[in-house]
């Protein structure tokens, strides 16, 4: 019953509501859709990552300074005491560190982010990409069950028109009751159907705001017609388009580079490394004696130190060996992850494109249904006005027009989401 108000409730207000198209739609769903904010956020963490210093190429280089004051007293019977003292000690430093060889790992890390940046800006494409297609899918359905509720509303009209004139006849006596209750059957049967339908179509609503992000109430006014764009590209074009373009299949491919750099990483762990160090530091220490006969005694520290590390691990409980081991093996895994991927990509992108071609032919056939169906209610209409067809044979061809009508639109909806979810496969979806 709560479904039933508020499919009147969004019908009535549709009349408020701004019309809104496919791409609208998009811009809209894509600008509230949390996961893409986060998925491109993250693809900008990893684009940050790809720098030198990231990777280990550029020198450390640190500063700090220290303050100290300190009080002493000092009870002595020696001559040379200086007695109650105050120390205050100023101290600076500068201090370099530069790893100028660590076994190629600085080299590997480079490539490892910067393959981890590609690999972000991909995940980021098929965030976008899943959330384009939900959208457009929440879009089309809204506008078939639209047109489906077109399809109730006139047979509901035909039927009522139906159900007043064999009352008239029946009031006249030219109509049995059988026939003013098959009637009535049918209109009641109709009208049932249009109640179902406009609860369909406020659910479609629901469901489209939902992908938008916004509030499932919100009136929405779609495009009453949905376009199937023509296909210009041969079957073997569309699947060479979908191996250089597919972005889930990217991220598989980058993840599999990824796990190549992350084994050269571990590779470089058996090597030695050698680092650059220096320092330079100042200090100033001033003791102040209580005694009138000493003055302040200042010193001044200047210091400079540069020199090589050389650092070469022997052995560490087999660690560094073991993480090799497992990189290449996660390497493996990657790649034939990746073989796998494609070969799951060949077949969505075949049986796709066999249920676009299928759903074309069923197009056009169900067309052909729908004029033959239309012209034999229009000739049933004369006759039954003419009294020279029963009601019955009337109502198959108003049913016949109904069906039609409604294959005709759902083989229109399946066409157009076949032809969808091809441009998703082969990277064709439109995003900005």
Known sequence: MIRFLLALLLLASTAAAQDMTL????????KNNFDIQIARNNARISDNNKGLGTAGFLPALNANGSYSLTDSDVESNSATSMGDTETEVK???????????DGFQMFANKSRYDALAKLGEYQARNAIESSVVGISRAYFNLVKQEQLLDVAQDSRDVSDARLSKERVRNELGGASST????AQVAFNRDQSNLLNQQLA??????????ALGQDPATPLQVSEVIVIPDMTLAYNDLMKRAHDHNASLKVSEQSAAVADQSVKSARSTFMPKLALTADYGYTDRTVSPDLSQYSDQTTETTDATIGLALTFNIFNGNRDNIAYRNARIEANNQKLAFRDARNRLAGNVKQTYDTYSKQMELLALEEQNVQAARQNLELQQDRYRLGATSSLEFRDAQVSLMQARSALIAARFQARISRLELDQLTGELVLD
């Open 179 to 182: 026939d003013l209750l098959n």
């Open 91 to 101: 101290s600076a430093k500068v201090s370099l560190n530069w790893m100028l060889f």
């Open 23 to 30: 791409e609208d739609a998009i811009a809209l769903g894509l």
């Open 201 to 210: 179509v406020a659910i479609a609503q629901e469901e489209l705001n939902l």
